[in-house]
């Protein structure tokens, strides 16, 4: 995210509750490495095939519990980090509770207008550690050199061993202005990049990180942001591990506040469409199917609370727990939601955000991706299989009205009685009483909620 230039911004960016019953977490003395078991391969392996659109085969909600869509990466559960974003010692137990699984650091531009000195990045390190999440390091590319990036490669991982395995190259280079073009941009970011795998061949490289993406564009803005995708594909598409982008719906221009409730309960819809295209455009210009990251995404690009739909609202955190659903569904790499704190984050100085909770839900998801569908334009269901051998589904309503479904489950051991876990205006993702379910079922689903059933292996 860019705090510079707000007037390069007209397209861009595009939560209170109380926790209770918190187990902390003993901080971790010291920021070691993690264990080879705990990384993905050192290059994300490609996609076989691109992944299809959801069909709506069955009324109400559906899920096929015979038939598998895929691994659920880890690295969805990720958010940014800075200098600039200070998490006080009260919050701390908070994040290390909120199943994070990347912290992408120095998350924003401030890592394209400073030089980082060891004494952040060791800090750094160790509370990504603390937090159980695997750091992410974005090197400076505006005003910076190839060797000053290999240099910090060098001091994390040779000189200190701590194996940081996710690394980018600047930060939205498309609004460092001045004259600054996709020519030198995708020019100087393979120099940097060469220099960064001379120093340790196993790094990931992510990128181009430009600060927005469509589907289908066709304004002008639009095409432009397209055309920088397109130009860094051609020229790095054999030396890019991962291609990721940043999203922000809101607001539409510079000049226009937060969406209204009815826009912001329709916008998740349009990861079903965002990330194909995405795969398509990078299949087309590299002839090849490489892993997609969203390392920047929130609501809105414009800092805002206190509102029905700012990014500190129960309504936003609906939406985000849909949206995060969509993106894991169509098999994204990695997701950083933006940002850890402040107006934008999981949680302010002295409390969890509404959307925080969106991050406990989804810690009791699973590992592999099950076929489900939904005919209703508001309700969604994801459907994945534990690593226990139990069935999770994450149902969402956006609507403002309660909603009654019904859900079918083929492929699985029926009646069963099945864990609830139940996020709503009410209800901070905490337990309900057991729900009986029958291979056809009838829900009852609060006002913009998020509804967790864990069903026990057949």
Not at 85 to 97: C, G, K, N
Not at 186 to 191: A, F, I, L, T, Y
Not at 255 to 275: K, N, Q, T, V, Y
Not at 406 to 424: H, K, N
Request: net charge negative; with cysteine.
């Amino acid at each position: 995210m860019s705090l510079r230039h707000p007037a390069r911004r007209a397209w861009r960016r595009g939560l209170a509750v109380s926790l209770a019953a918190l187990a902390l977490a003993a901080c971790q003395a010291s920021p070691a490495a993690p264990s080879a078991d705990a990384l993905a391969p050192a290059s994300p392996p490609p996609l076989p095939t691109l992944t299809p659109t959801v069909a709506v085969s069955h009324a109400g909600l559906f899920v096929d519990a015979g038939q598998p869509a895929g691994p659920v990466s880890p690295w969805v559960y990720g958010t940014n980090y800075g200098p600039w974003l200070f998490v006080p010692l009260q919050m701390q137990p908070a994040a290390e509770a909120a199943n994070l699984s990347v912290l992408r650091y120095p998350g924003g531009n401030w890592g394209d207008r400073n030089d980082m000195d060891e004494w952040n990045l060791d800090q750094y390190i160790q509370l990504a550690r603390q937090f159980g999440a695997e750091p992410y390091v974005h090197v400076r590319l505006l005003n910076g050199t190839p060797e000053k990036a290999a240099e910090i490669v060098r001091l994390l991982n040779v000189q200190k061993q701590y194996g940081v395995r996710f690394w980018s190259i600047g930060n939205e280079p498309n609004l460092f202005g001045d004259g600054y073009d996709t020519d030198q941009y995708v020019r100087e970011w393979r120099q940097w990049a060469e220099a960064m795998k001379a120093v340790d061949p196993s790094i990931v490289l992510i990128g181009p990180e430009i600060n927005q993406f469509y589907a289908n564009p066709s304004q002008a803005h639009q095409l432009e942001l397209e055309r920088w995708m397109v130009a860094f594909l051609e020229a790095n598409g054999d030396l890019v591990d991962v291609v990721s982008f940043h999203r922000y719906p809101f607001p539409s221009s510079q000049l226009a506040g937060p969406p209204s409730a009815d826009e912001l309960r329709h916008a998740s819809a349009e990861w079903d469409a965002l990330i194909p295209y995405a795969r398509a455009l990078v299949r087309q210009h590299t002839g090849r199917d490489l892993p997609i990251a969203v390392t920047e995404v929130n609501s809105s690009w414009a800092a805002s609370s206190g509102g029905e739909t700012t990014m500190d609202s129960h309504l936003n955190a609906i939406w985000w727990g849909d949206a995060l659903g969509r993106m894991i569904r169509n098999g994204v790499y990695m997701v950083n939601q933006f940002a850890i704190i402040g107006e934008f984050g999981l949680m302010n100085n002295y409390d969890v955000n509404p959307i925080y909770n969106v991050y406990l839900m989804y810690k009791e998801f699973g590992q592999q991706r099950l076929q489900a569908s939904s005919d209703q334009a508001l309700v969604s269901v994801f459907a994945s299989l534990r690593e226990d051998g139990r069935l999770a589904l994450i149902i969402v309503n956006l609507s403002a009205e309660a909603q009654q479904v019904p859900l079918t489950i083929a492929g699985w051991q029926l009646p069963a009685q099945a864990e609830v876990l139940l996020f709503d205006k009410d209800h901070a993702a905490v337990p309900q009483p057991a729900l009986s379910l029958n291979p056809q079922s009838e829900l009852q689903l609060s006002p913009e909620s998020m509804l967790l059933l864990v069903v026990p292996a057949p």
